[in-house]
């Protein structure tokens, strides 16, 4: 993502066209920006895969506490 950050601020905020340049547009179509989200989408999948594998049938929740233990702990005076 830095080399994509540099390589932009060396072109010219307009196109060969004379329009201003979309910035964002330049990013999702640069080769660095599909990288970036194979990564995510990598990483995604590994933690999905992962918490699948440590998952017990009965805790079918997303959050660290079970239920009781969050109301226990919202709750307290």
């Not at 989408?41 to 239920?67: I, M, W, Y």
């Amino acid at each position: 993502m830095a080399e994509f950050i540099l390589e932009t601020l060396a072109k010219k905020p307009r196109g060969p066209d004379g329009k201003r340049i979309d910035w964002v547009q330049e990013w999702r179509n640069s080769t660095e920006a599909e990288e970036v989200e194979q990564v995510i989408e990598g990483l995604k999948l590994q933690r999905s895969k992962s918490a699948t594998a440590h998952k017990k049938k009965d805790d079918e929740t997303e959050f660290a506490a079970p239920v009781w233990e969050q109301t226990k702990e919202l709750t307290k005076v």
